[in-house]
């Protein structure tokens, strides 16, 4: 198996960054490992990344990281171009301030031997306007195999850092938003199956750990309306089953479906169905 040199890649110790792009039409044959860090942006086609730890497909705008003495190879190439940022986390002289407060910069500079299986994984699809703005930053980071001219160095630093901070807080709000529709997800089912009873909606937000301005904009984000109109709409759509197929009075289904007050059921049930309860009820019982 072959590991690639820092020595082949970095011609300046002083600043070990650099980039290459790199385009594949065919099969890996064999695994390699590198004596640095590889960011892989995928500019077009696809393929099937391998490792030991795991493989998973790549395309346009897919962005992973390659560890340190991890090998991999690529398989079912089809016209594959990347850009490939190689950088050295141990000696790369990179401000950090609060990057730590981001979990992919953290990932890009985990120690040696800290990295886990997840951190192999794919960890960001870029839209087409996100890939084009990192396809523009990478062009000011040097290919330091050759030559470059005096205030190269600092200029390729300046554009890995803000690539960084872009990925970074793409990512960020990529697991925030996944984060926020699982939550989401969780209090659909809990009214779903709490319908009937009296719901708290300051509670509901404090089991989920959020506050309840926080939880209604989050609901809303993903369900396209408050959590109060949500249960409102489970409870008439409850209430117009009730109506249809059984002959428990209007009164019993209203309590039966959270409502206490049975005119403001009969509000709620013409303001969603464009009907009255009784007329629903005649109009399915013929």
């Known amino acids: 198996m072959n590991i690639l040199k820092i020595q082949d890649f970095f011609r300046n110790e002083v600043l070990p ?44 705008g897919d962005v992973f990281i390659i560890p340190i003495g991890f090998y991999h190879k690529y398989t079912e190439v089809d016209h594959l171009s990347m850009i490939n940022v190689l950088y050295d986390p141990d000696s790369l002289p990179l401000p950090v301030l609060d990057m730590n407060d981001f979990a992919f910069f953290n990932i890009m500079f985990r120690p040696k031997g800290a990295f886990r299986e997840n951190d192999l994984q794919l960890l960001l699809s870029l839209d087409d306007a996100q890939l084009a703005e990192i396809i523009k930053l990478s062009g000011s980071i040097a290919d330091q195999r050759f030559p470059h001219e005096p205030g190269t160095q600092f200029t390729s630093l300046a554009a890995f850092m803000r690539m960084l901070s872009l990925l970074s807080g793409w990512h960020h709000r990529e697991q925030h938003q996944h984060k926020y529709c699982y939550t989401a997800g969780k209090i659909m089912k809990y009214l779903n199956e709490h319908y009937s009873e009296p719901v708290d909606m300051n509670r509901l937000a404090r089991l989920n750990s959020m506050s309840r301005r926080s939880m209604f904009r989050h609901f809303s984000n993903a ?16 209430a117009a089953y009730m109506l249809a197929q059984t002959a428990v009075p209007l009164k019993e289904i209203a309590e039966r479906c959270g409502f206490c007050d049975s005119n403001y059921f009969s509000k709620q049930f013409r303001k969603i169905m464009h009907v009255s309860p009784l007329r629903y009820r005649r109009a399915r019982q013929k």
């Open 17 to 60: 960054l650099s980039v290459l792009e790199y385009s594949q039409n065919n099969d890996d044959r064999k695994q390699h490992a590198h004596e640095f860090c590889e960011l892989v942006i995928v500019k077009s086609g696809s393929a099937l990344h391998f490792t030991d730890a795991c493989s998973f497909r790549v395309k346009a």
């Open 223 to 238: 369900a396209g309306c408050t959590p109060g109109t949500y249960l409102c709409r489970i409870r008439i759509k409850n």
